[in-house]
């Protein structure tokens, strides 16, 4: 199992190598690969933190590229001992006057409508869509296993990561994307009410699996979780606050620099007391996981292909085609 989870590492770091590049931008250092931009603050020699930027239009849905890229950038990060802390958040196209960095014009337009007067009024933002439903509908079982075993190895290496993670939910955050979040050890969500976050996967017509139901369950409790995921609830910012989902909910131009502020406290905690906490806290859960991944995966493989699953799915994104008016 560890020589197979190094030998993975490899490929993914030489795939990393061939996929990323590096530029230095006014003293912090970036790299990127298509879809996961990283900016690291601080400076060279002193404790740096990295911003993990999703932006893989038009929804930051979890696809498997964005998948691997996603694995390989938290590889480098955790390999680089002068990063301690990493903020996940989404780069996609916001609203005001912040900057929408990774949209085409082309998805600009998509992610935009039209008021009653013709003009182009932007979308709410997203944190992300969660899992790629196209990964998961009109595709044959082994293609299901690659990307199921994808989804265990990012929740896995999100998990039981060593370093401070947070999240600053600046948009929807449903099912995969709730994943990301309820993995880190914080999460501040912008206060806007067309920001959602759960995991509504009950909705689609498929179950979340046992390790994200565990996740759920430590972070808002037995009766909440149970409630939640049988509803496939989305919560709004306050009512996530209220149970547990995210920590923090702030002004959602504050979103950065409260995250900043909140990691910088964490960082004021010696790293081996709290990695050590952190694994004493969760490894149980991941165990539980690692020691039946492979039927974990031939479970999932031999669900999503169903007919009648298919067939929910079919009909769920077809709903979300017609959505527009
Ligand atoms: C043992 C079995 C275990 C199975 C477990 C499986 C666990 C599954 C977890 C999941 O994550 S399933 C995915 C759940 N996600 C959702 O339900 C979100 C669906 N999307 C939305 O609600 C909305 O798209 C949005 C995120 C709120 C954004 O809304 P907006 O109005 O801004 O954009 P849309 O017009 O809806 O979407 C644009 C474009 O993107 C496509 N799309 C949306 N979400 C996904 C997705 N998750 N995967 C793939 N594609 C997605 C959507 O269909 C639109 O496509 P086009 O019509 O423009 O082609």
Redesign the pocket.
Known sequence: MAMALRAASRVLLRAGSRLGRREAVDGARRFANKRVLVETEGAAGATRIAVMKFRNP??N??SLDFLTEFVISLEKLENDKSIRGVILTSDSLKRGNQTKVAATEKTEE??A?RDHGGRLQE??G?FS??????E?YGRNPAHYAEYWKAVQELWLRLYLSSLTLMSAING?S????C?LAITCDYRIMADNPKYTIG???S??G????FW?KDNYVNTIGHRAAERALQLGTLFPPAEALKVGVVDEVVPEDQVHSKTLSVMAKWLAIPDHSRQLTKTMMRKATADNLIKQREADIQ??AS??SRDSIQKSLHM??EK??H??G
């Open positions: 038009p929804v849905s979890l998509k992610r409508t979308r709410p997203i869509a969660g899992l790629d439903l196209l998961m929807a449903p099912a995969g994307g994943l995991l509504n996967e909705l689609l498929i179950v979340a699996p994200l479970n999932f669900f999503i769920y994104l979300l085609k959505k527009k």
